[in-house]
């Protein structure tokens, strides 16, 4: 997909420049516990800060349904990243839109940043609401859009206000889409590793992929589904009855392979069973050691790999194991002999375990937008 992106800095040199940025990172007690998304868009913030441009700066945080909660305020947000550029850069304030917000507009300088309240305490943002988009663009040039996470919603600040201003990609975005199409058009072997809970969130993503795979590789509560659609014991493991009907229509597929162990447990201890062996009592937390084997043979010959979802219960220390065993795998085949993409939150966090992340070729900050990108779906923030 052909984006258009700032290449000349003459167009935004000296201008009032809109921001759209995913800075959803998780927040405990008033400080960051993560600040990955805020680090990926530095580029484009530093490099519209150094033409000389005045930055209103919109992010979301969490969904506070259109009301204003304490918690999810963007200040702690607005004040680390105020703390990493250095200086007083960064003001906050506390509304998004108003007379408030477009009289402090016209009082920062070049080189400044006012950073915006939480969009979406405003309930015009999320119904993608054309009047609370144009109070959004006054006072501003040009829009630039580098919030992918959100580029699969139409949301205001992604779609709507693209109406009122000349608009952009910014370079985290630009490289998303880059790297993303490396995945929708693979060198093969292909393969899709894919994790999590709901197949009704990934089916457009297999679908769309499967004729260009070689193997699907399905584990977590997503291979529960399969089991239970094949008529086996899952126990008392995490399944839903909407995710057992699509995946009976998928077991025809003969590229998806599933686990062939678990592990199963209660709460700090496991036992290995081969799927069939599974009991009524049981709880399926992880793949089993046949299964790593299994699938970090399919791994090993792919030439193009993508990643979503955890492969077990990795929160918990003793059924992290083969999540992080197989993210090692992909991880140490990435740059290189194969092409690696890996994307959504916890599939994130579960690679930071294996302490490889760096050796993954692109790590998506989009898990929902990365699986509707691949998928073919309708992107409202890219249109």
């Known amino acids: 997909m052909k984006l258009k992106i700032i290449s000349n800095s003459k167009i935004i040199r000296d201008k009032t420049i809109f921001l759209r940025v995913d800075f959803n990172e998780p927040i405990k007690n008033g400080k960051l516990e993560d600040e990955t998304k805020i680090l990926a868009a530095l580029p484009t913030i530093r490099y519209l800060l150094r033409y000389r441009c005045r930055i209103i700066l919109a992010a979301h945080l969490g969904e506070p349904d259109g009301k204003k909660i304490a918690k999810l305020s963007c200040k702690p947000i607005a004040k680390r990243l105020n703390e990493i550029l250095g200086g007083d850069r960064v003001k906050f304030i506390d509304e998004a839109v108003g007379d408030k917000v477009q009289k402090a507009i016209k009082k920062i300088e070049p080189g400044e940043i006012l950073f915006l309240e939480n969009l979406r305490f405003n309930a015009g943002e999320v119904k993608n609401d054309p009047a609370f988009a144009k109070q959004l663009a006054a006072g501003a040039d040009i829009y630039i859009n580098e919030a992918f996470s959100v580029c699969h919603r139409a949301n205001a600040s992604i779609s709507a206000i693209r109406k009122f201003l000349p608009s952009y990609a910014g370079f985290l975005l630009q490289k998303e889409i880059y790297h993303l199409d490396k995945i929708r058009k693979p060198v093969k072997p292909f393969v899709i590793l894919m994790g999590g809970a709901k197949i009704k969130t990934k089916i457009n993503l297999i679908k769309n992929l499967e004729n260009k795979a070689a193997k699907i590789l399905i584990g977590g509560a997503l291979a529960n589904n399969f089991f239970k659609a094949m008529g086996l014991q899952v126990g008392k493991s995490l399944f839903d009855k909407e995710s057992v009907l699509i995946a009976k229509k998928l077991l025809k597929n003969k590229k998806i392979i599933l686990p ?19 009991g009524k009592n049981d709880v399926i937390l992880d793949i089993g050691p046949q299964t790593i084997m299994l699938f970090s043979s ?30 090692q795998v992909v991880a140490a085949r990435s740059r290189g002999k ?46």
């Open 260 to 278: 062939l162990d678990v592990v199963v447990g209660r709460s700090n201890s496991g036992e290995v069973k081969l799927i069939d062996e599974v």
């Open 338 to 383: 194969t092409y690696g993409v890996v994307g959504g939150g916890e599939t994130l966090e579960a690679l930071k375990m294996t302490k490889m992340e760096r050796y993954v070729d692109w790590i998506s900050t989009g898990g929902g937008a990365m699986l509707a990108y691949l998928g073919g779906e309708r992107m409202p923030g890219l249109e």
């Open 298 to 327: 399919i791994i090993k010959q792919a030439k193009t790999i993508v990643w979503n979802g955890p492969l077990g219960a990795f929160e918990q220390p003793h059924f992290r194991h083969g999540t992080v065993a197989i993210g």
